[in-house]
């Protein structure tokens, strides 16, 4: 048995170093090279036209900032975070004691914890930002999966919906924002609301010009199942339900997450354009309030602001893309 178990362990870690070494292989070694260094070539390019373009364009608020002055900026919004979270820390404790004391005098007393008055910073906004793309993206998924495999699985509805689609997918959200605040103004009155209205604002007007990319995949994704699995579905006489999630949703995967990863990408660029004309918390906001100031330093702060949607935007991508392929499996 213990010779058999050696074997065993042996021949595993024979597999498991012949493996390696094909990963280490010749060919693979240059695939590898060619996919680290190339990007690393194109981004030290673009960061030396940078330092060398941005001196020569002369604004009102001086030449343009250069990978330093950016670099430098993001250090000082990072320690002006850090410094906020201290005092507001500091804030909570001092009311914890002061707490402690007036239970001391008065076990009946009712007291609470307020939240740290202060500014949000550049950290708290790109964090407010995913929270309310994030929120507009999922309501788009939840009107415009249902709603595209409906028109999928239907001609009739699709030819009926089709003209909608064609009229209101290409409106700008400059175009729904006025109209969203003042509905939402009309509507949502309370006197302990749940959501700000600036949140509300900005995410239904993230759904309405982000949903269509979703919808319109969606509906060609089911409408163009394979024949010969509809065929099977009806021979075997499945119910509406069990033909969509066993036929239906299997094939149409990869042509939705197609369409949510586009509509990912337009959500987060219609959320810093809504968040800077409804002036609701949020990158957008952080914009235009640097671009109000007029400092010196406004203009480095706006270009780390434009790294970070940028990079952030990148990140939903490729998040949305490891989804889709676990989730479909013949992609």
């Not at 042996?10 to 990007?39: D, F, H, I, V, Y």
């Not at 009229?167 to 609301?193: G, N, R």
């Not at 949020?282 to 780390?304: A, Y």
Request: charged fraction near 15%; proline fraction near 5%.
């Amino acid at each position: 048995m213990t010779t058999l178990s050696q074997t065993d362990s042996l021949s595993s870690g024979q597999r498991w170093l012949r493996a390696l070494m094909e990963k280490l292989s010749g060919q693979n070694l240059a695939e590898t090279g060619r996919q680290l260094l190339l990007p690393a070539i194109g981004i030290a390019l673009f960061l030396g036209f940078w330092h060398l373009a941005a001196p020569q364009v002369q604004t009102s608020l001086g030449a343009f900032p250069g990978p330093a002055d950016v670099l430098e900026q993001s250090g000082q919004l990072w320690q002006e975070h850090s410094n906020q979270r201290d005092r507001a820390a500091q804030f909570v404790t001092m009311q914890e004691e002061r707490n402690e004391r007036i239970l001391a005098e008065n076990p009946d007393a009712e007291v609470k914890i307020r939240d740290y008055p202060g500014a949000p910073t550049f950290v708290d906004q790109i964090f407010t930002s995913l929270g309310t793309v994030l929120a507009g993206f999922v309501l788009a998924t939840i009107i415009a999966v249902p709603l595209g495999i409906i028109i999928g699985l239907n001609r009739h509805f699709s030819a009926a919906i089709n003209p909608l689609i064609q009229i209101f997918k290409p409106v700008s959200p400059l175009a729904w924002l006025p109209l969203v605040t003042m509905v939402v103004s009309a509507t949502y009155v309370s006197d302990d609301p749940m959501f700000e209205k600036s949140f509300l604002t900005s995410m239904i007007t993230v759904t309405l010009c982000s949903l269509w990319p979703t919808l319109i995949n969606t509906s060609v994704g089911v409408s163009a199942v394979n024949p010969d699995l509809l065929n099977v579905s009806k021979v075997l006489q499945l119910s509406f339900w069990t033909h969509v999630r066993k036929v239906v949703l299997p094939s149409s995967v990869p042509m939705i997450f197609t369409g949510l990863r586009v509509s990912l990408g337009i959500a987060w660029m219609v959320l810093i354009a809504a968040e800077m004309l409804a002036q609701s918390p949020g990158l957008g906001k952080f914009v235009w309030d640097e671009f109000q100031n007029g400092s010196s330093e406004s203009l480095s702060r706006i270009m780390v602001a434009v790294l970070a949607i940028g990079f952030i935007g990148f990140l939903l991508d490729r998040i949305m893309l490891l989804i889709q392929k676990k989730v479909a499996w013949n992609e």
